[in-house]
């Protein structure tokens, strides 16, 4: 039994398999989640309010034109997702090289008009005082007040102190974003390892890839998962999760996504419609 963060399942495929179970022995059966399919709002967006492509690949990341748009992204919508909004990075590094940027070129000035920005903290023994200081402002700051703060944000890193083990619910995480994919160290030995021994035991995929590259990618997807539902926790709750990178737009990507988040994932080539259906998917929930 896995909970729904915990897909991609096809890891635990690769390893009854080396094993030695038969495929025909492997039964899955997946649950839907508690909430209402209107209670969520997941999307992946492909390019930001300029046209520049959510590219966030290693050899593109650094490029100071996609660190630009992805400021103003998350600027656009920060003004209006109420409450508090998490952004997930994936290393501390990028976020420290991000943070850094933003602050040189004014756009976080520009992000703290409408919501309080917070950082995931070095120290494991700082995080709870982040995170009250997260929920008072947003408990202070979520209301009407157009001309002000309407929330807060906290950027986070994935695998960090704030992606396993805590919960977002309610105003606390109204978005998810997550900039990019959070691949593992290829270089590392040990993942080395593992992905050589399960390409020489096993077949490739029907799309030519190797079991050793779909784990690496369930390591990735894994780790997403992971993120991102940190904020729907209760029937009642809601929230829209919003994926930066053009990736997420293939099937070889967005189907390792749990099946309730990936089955009404729509897929945004351009900024506009998806920044109108998030306005309107929060102005809904602010008539009822």
Known sequence: ???????????????????????????????????????LLPLCLSKGPSGVEFDFTYQNRDNTHLIDELGRTI?????????????????????????????STGTLEKIGKKKQVF???????????????????IQFNAGDDNQGLN????????????????????????????VGLPYPNITSPELKEKMDYLSSTMPKCSDGRTAGQVYCDNLCMK??????????????DYA????LDVRYSKPSIH??????????????????????????????????
Not at 20 to 33: A, D, K, N
Not at 119 to 137: G, M, N, T
Not at 158 to 170: A, M, Q, R, T, Y
Request: with cysteine; net charge positive.
């Open 223 to 236: 780790a997403v998962n992971q993120s991102i539902g940190r904020s729907i926790r209760h029937s009642k």
């Open 151 to 178: 929330g807060a944000l906290l950027l986070s890193v994935v695998g960090g102190k704030l992606s396993e083990g805590i919960n977002f619910s309610d105003e606390l995480g109204r978005c998810i974003i997550m």
């Open 75 to 103: 600027a656009n919508l920060c003004m209006v997702v109420p409450g508090g909004v998490v952004c997930f990075f994936p290393s501390y590094e990028y976020e420290k090289k991000v943070h850094a940027h933003w602050s």
């Open 1 to 39: 039994v896995a909970g729904g963060t915990m897909q991609p399942m096809s890891e635990f495929y690769q390893l009854f398999q080396s094993a030695g179970v038969s495929p025909e022995r492997i039964v899955e059966f997946s649950c839907g989640h508690v909430i209402p399919p209107d209670h």
């Open 240 to 243: 829209t999760i919003v994926l």
């Open 119 to 137: 950082r995931e903290p070095p120290a494991a023994s700082q995080v709870d005082h982040v995170l009250s200081s997260f929920a008072k402002c």
């Open 255 to 288: 189907k390792k996504l749990p099946t309730w988040i990936g089955s009404s994932l729509v897929i945004h080539p351009n900024f506009g419609p998806a920044f109108a259906s998030i306005r309107k998917f929060f102005t809904d929930k602010k008539k009822r």
